[in-house]
T-cell receptor, first 112, second 117 residues
Framework: NAGVTQTPKFRILKIGQSMTLQCTQD?????MYWYRQDPGMGLKLIYY???????DKGEVPNGYNVSRSTTEDFPLRLELAAPSQTSVYFC???????????FGPGTRLLVL | GDSVTQMEGPVTLSEEAFLTINCTYT??????LFWYVQYPGEGLQLLLK?????DKGSNKGFEATYRKETTSFHLEKGSVQVSDSAVYFC????????????????FGQGTILTVHP
């Protein structure tokens, strides 16, 4: 099992550009999550999904979009990058009722 | 809303010292409590968890007890090692009165631990 994988590991964007952060899990987990981690802060939930075709907003969804067409994949889309979106982004997944989340290695994004 | 407060860091200890990282929480329902650890350059991984009051989670010499009366989940280890140097996050998943939270986590701000030989 690879667990949760994320690509890319690092990216520099210019203000106004768009990109998609990829997340894939091979554990057949129904639940998937996107968090952002700012320096000196804990992680904040951006979006989550309880299964293919079902997504919902977390605490800080503005400026982001998600889709969940398959159980395995949960991409995060930034449409118009802003400096405030400079952060480290983590994808995670969990199994029903267990609620232990398994995290990917993260994507470091710098918006200039 | 739910919140988690961790002790201010960073924490610097000598090898074999005793470790305590304080964590208190506010929740409206029936939370499960977690400690996650993040080693340099890596994602978070679960260290231990407790799902109901008075449960004790333990792993790799670390322990934490779910104290509902003090709304706390302090992390302890009797003898730290250099390899324990990492960032430690306390988190909760609040099931709410309806019994489900979809596993969403609320995190504390993290505590940086550095252990010197």
């Amino acid at each position: 099992n690879a667990g949760v994988t994320q690509t890319p590991k690092f990216r520099i964007l210019k203000i106004g550009q768009s990109m998609t952060l990829q997340c894939t899990q091979d554990m057949n987990h129904n639940y998937m999550y996107w968090y952002r981690q700012d320096p000196g802060m804990g992680l904040k939930l951006i979006y989550y999904s309880v299964g293919a075709g079902i997504t919902d907003k977390g605490e800080v969804p503005n400026g982001y979009n998600v889709s969940r067409s398959t159980t395995e994949d949960f991409p995060l889309r930034l449409e118009l990058a802003a400096p405030s979106q400079t952060s480290v982004y983590f994808c995670a997944s969990s199994q029903d009722r267990e609620w232990t989340q398994y995290f990917g290695p993260g994507t470091r994004l710098l918006v200039l | 809303g739910d919140s988690v407060t961790q002790m201010e860091g960073p924490v610097t200890l000598s090898e074999e010292a005793f470790l305590t990282i304080n964590c208190t929480y506010t929740a409206t329902g029936y939370p499960s409590l977690f400690w996650y650890v993040q080693y340099p350059g890596e994602g978070l991984q679960l260290l231990l968890k407790a799902t109901k009051a008075d449960d004790k989670g333990s792993n790799k010499g670390f322990e934490a007890t779910y104290r509902k009366e003090t709304t706390s989940f302090h992390l302890e280890k009797g003898s730290v090692q250099v390899s324990d140097s990492a960032v430690y996050f306390c988190a909760l998943s609040d099931r709410g009165a309806g019994g489900t939270s979809y596993g969403k986590l609320t995190f504390g701000q993290g505590t940086i631990l550095t252990v010197h030989p």
